[in-house]
T-cell receptor
Framework: GNSVTQMEGPVTLSEEAFLTINCTYT??????LFWYVQYPGEGLQLLLK?????DKGSNKGFEATYRKETTSFHLEKGSVQVSDSAVYFC??????????FGAGTILRVKS | GAGVSQSPSNKVTEKGKDVELRCDPI?????LYWYRQSLGQGLEFLIY????????KSGLPSDRFSAERTGGSVSTLTIQRTQQEDSAVYLC??????????????FGPGTRLTVL
């Protein structure tokens, strides 16, 4: 079945550091890929998405590129801020509009 | 307009009792989803409603779980004879239903269920 694997956390960075959170997926076809973010005390929010190979999703300085050849969708940001501290979930949809989520990665940014 | 709303925000119940969780989707959204978030299992899909079509119930963990959507809007998730392993945050999401697998799902704040 479909699955998503993302790097375990917590990831702790200093402000202005470069961020990468790895995400790889298993699917039989060509799913749509998503990054969701959950800020402390808040609900899940869509951060960015990509719907076909080589698409790049971007939002709030975050980027991720859909790599079919490596079945990956790694999340990157050039300079993190304390306000980026949250839990990040990689997810896919292949069939039936059902999101399949990774386990989540906790990001802590220190000032 | 308003986002997805869920009630109650917190529910504490005793093992064996029935509970009902409510979701109000974004107005005009034809697709509605239930997920749950638990420490052991992460985020899991439960059930999906799209318009008047039969719901996709493939994620419901047991026959103690059921859901309905009345009038194409509000949805209720019912858990009968609750067990301690049902303790989790139950999340509802809705989407326009127009874009298939690329549709953005908008999530509510969740209901935290604790079964004692």
């Amino acid at each position: 079945g479909n699955s998503v694997t993302q790097m375990e956390g917590p990831v702790t960075l200093s402000e202005e550091a470069f961020l990468t959170i790895n995400c790889t997926y298993t699917a039989t076809g060509y799913p749509s890929l998503f990054w969701y973010v959950q800020y402390p005390g808040e609900g899940l929010q869509l951060l960015l998405k990509a719907t076909k190979a080589d698409d790049k999703g971007s939002n709030k300085g975050f980027e991720a590129t859909y790599r079919k050849e490596t079945t990956s969708f790694h999340l990157e940001k050039g300079s993190v801020q304390v306000s980026d501290s949250a839990v990040y979930f990689c997810a896919l949809i292949e069939y039936g509009n059902k999101l399949v989520f990774g386990a989540g990665t906790i990001l802590r940014v220190k000032s | 307009g308003a986002g997805v709303s869920q009630s109650p925000s917190n529910k504490v119940t005793e093992k064996g009792k029935d509970v009902e969780l409510r979701c109000d989707p974004i107005s005009g959204h034809t697709a509605l989803y239930w997920y749950r978030q638990s420490l052991g299992q992460g985020l899991e899909f439960l059930i999906y409603f799209q318009g008047n079509s039969a719901p996709d119930k493939s994620g419901l963990p047991s026959d103690r779980f059921s859901a309905e959507r009345t009038g194409g809007s509000v949805s209720t998730l019912t858990i009968q004879r609750t067990q301690q392993e049902d303790s989790a945050v139950y999340l509802c999401a809705s989407s326009t239903g127009l874009a298939g697998s690329t549709d953005t799902q908008y999530f509510g704040p969740g209901t935290r269920l604790t079964v004692l």
